[in-house]
């Protein structure tokens, strides 16, 4: 737990952006105790404690990966990598998961207990607001933690030493300091947030929503969890509105969207953004590799981190807006003039891959090719985990355009992305209240909040759903709505369906378990590392370390 209590002591030296500002201290040649006296300093460790979502945020692999809809990028008996695979795990897979977390805990202890030490300097508004957003902050990392590892450390307070004897609570207790943070912290935050980007009730409502129903599948849920899980989605639908897919993700995207219940802000100044938001560039394949695909607009940099799996492409309606080509392209278009092409020369703005979404025959590929050059692959779906020279290919999930990326650097530096990560909006709030209602045995409301998110995707008549919802329909459209947001390993945990749906649809996972995935995997193992140095901990079962 080294990193982690590093960041503990090292919390009141730092160097601290405030998050709405992003104006930046330099408070080197003065003590922690002396710096942070009165309430500007303490905004500033809240401003730090937002700035902790941003690393992550970014560290999306246990989000994702082993699931239903995510892969990795490549074939599918190529080197295993254990998160995705469920293969052997050394045990240190999920160390970042476990530090970016904790680092987000301990920033909001610090702060927490800065302020309460110069309460009598801070206006009783704004103690009291910033005490709920940081309550809801921690109870946002510890549900990560607890559902990620099981049982964790319980740190509710500012830790001003090195430490190497924590131990685990169990999963029940860090779930009764979850939800107790986040009643307390609905009873403090404002119904609408200060500006964009900070904690107001609706978040809080949403995430103890997910929280009541996560624990309403648990062996020591409480029986008013699903009712009052029900009650806290309702609220926070209340504080919502349901926007377009355009403004959410197009080209008219806009920051401060009424669907958005909470999201990861950046600033439109590189200085102040570190690495930036890098998830426009996170479900593109190689293109670069390939004639045409040099690192101009509309491609800018790819780093191929997830190949989305072939189930989710096969979810969407034709004339789903979800699935457009705006927003998954199936015809990969040049980004400059290259005289290599195999099928002629291209231009900038020449189709030069195609992946249609029905099996062509080799006689309509070539046709399709010889009218419409300079296109040189025409790559099927049952194609996906093939090398094409050095690189498998794929429909580019284009949601996370950022329009902001204008200028491309190099081959080594990522250009910066400037758009809000969004953690939790409207969307999730509907898809998790449809849940408990399937829970409830109520599935025709479930159905109702499902043809909502279809009627704004632009379908109508039999591509609505009818009768009673079921837990597959809720799992189906949260998959088509929330790509690349939500964590889905999760979902698909919560809802008893990870060990079968990974088998079934993601390729990586079926190769190396043709059967099943045992239960092992519904908890990821306590890192290796963070057992060495501090040997009370104890590793969960079936993994490395004691």
């Known amino acids: 737990m080294k990193k982690l209590i590093n960041s503990i002591i090292a919390i009141s030296l730092l160097v601290l952006a405030q998050s709405c500002k992003l104006d930046e ?23 730090e404690t937002y700035r902790g979502l941003r690393p992550l945020l970014q560290n999306t692999t246990n989000m994702w990966y082993g699931t239903d809809m995510y892969e990795r990028t490549g074939v599918v008996d190529d080197t295993q990598l254990p998160l995705n ?22 920033k909001a202890n610090t702060a927490m207990t800065r302020g309460a030490s110069i309460q009598d300097k801070i206006a009783p508004a704004v103690y009291a607001t910033r005490t709920g957003e940081l309550l809801a902050l921690r109870a946002y990392a510890y549900f990560n933690l607890v559902e990620t590892f099981g049982g964790v450390p319980l740190i509710t307070s500012e830790v001003t030493q090195a430490t190497y004897n924590f131990t685990r609570a169990s999963e029940e207790d860090v779930y009764t300091q979850i939800v107790n943070d986040l009643n307390k912290a609905i009873s403090l935050l404002p119904g609408e947030p200060e500006n964009n980007g900070r904690v107001a009730q609706a978040m809080a409502q949403h995430l103890l929503g997910k929280i009541l129903l996560t624990r309403s599948y ?8 699903l009712t009052n899980a029900v009650s806290a989605l309702q609220s926070a639908m209340n504080k919502s509105t349901l926007t377009t897919w355009e403004t959410l993700f197009g080209d008219q995207y806009l920051v401060g969207n009424k669907e958005v219940i909470f999201a990861v802000r950046y600033s439109s100044d590189n200085a102040l953004n570190k690495t930036g938001n890098n998830l426009y560039q996170q479900f593109k394949f190689w293109t670069d590799r390939y004639p045409g695909g040099a690192l101009t607009a509309p491609y800018w940099r790819q780093d191929a981190s997830y190949q989305p799996t072939s189930y989710l492409f096969n979810l969407y309606a034709a004339n789903d807006y979800r699935a457009s080509e705006r927003f998954l392209q199936r015809h990969i278009v040049a980004a400059a003039n290259d005289t290599k092409g195999t099928n002629g020369a291209i231009k900038a703005g020449d189709v030069v891959i195609y992946l249609p979404k029905v099996m062509m025959t080799d006689s309509e590929i070539t046709a399709y090719k010889a009218a ?14 093939q090398f094409f020279g050095s690189n498998t290919i ?35 709030t509907m898809m998790l209240l449809a ?10 409301l479930a159905t109702g909040l499902i043809n909502e998110l279809r009627q704004r995707a632009r379908l109508t008549g039999n591509d609505l759903l009818t009768g009673s919802a079921t837990i597959e329909n809720v799992l189906d459209e949260s998959a088509r709505e929330l790509f690349g947001e939500s964590n889905r390993w999760m979902d698909l945990k919560r809802t008893g369906t990870l060990l079968t749906r990974a088998v079934q649809y993601n390729a990586f996972s079926a190769h190396h378990h043709p059967a099943a995935i045992n239960s092992t995997y519904l908890v990821r193992p306590i890192p290796v590392t963070e057992i060495v140095r501090s040997p009370t901990l104890t590793q969960n079962p079936g993994y490395p370390g004691k």
Do not use: C, M
């Open 218 to 225: 648990k062996s020591y849920a409480q029986p008013t969890d």
């Open 372 to 385: 419409n050059k300079p296109t040189y692959y025409v790559v099927n779906p049952n194609q996906y985990h």
């Open 25 to 47: 201290v330099n408070p080197s040649s003065v003590t922690s105790d002396k710096y942070f006296a009165n309430q500007d300093a303490y905004e500033e460790l809240v401003a």
């Open 85 to 106: 695979d469920y293969t052997v795990f050394t045990g240190n897979e999920s160390q970042d998961w476990w530090t970016d977390n904790y680092n987000l805990v301990t």
């Open 435 to 444: 849940e408990a209602y399937v829970k409830q045995g109520e599935g025709a």
């Open 394 to 428: 794929y429909p580019i999930i284009w949601k996370f355009y950022d329009p902001t990326v204008v200028v491309y650097t190099n081959s080594g530096v990522d250009p910066q992305g400037h758009r809000d990560t969004y953690i939790f909006r409207r969307a999730e």
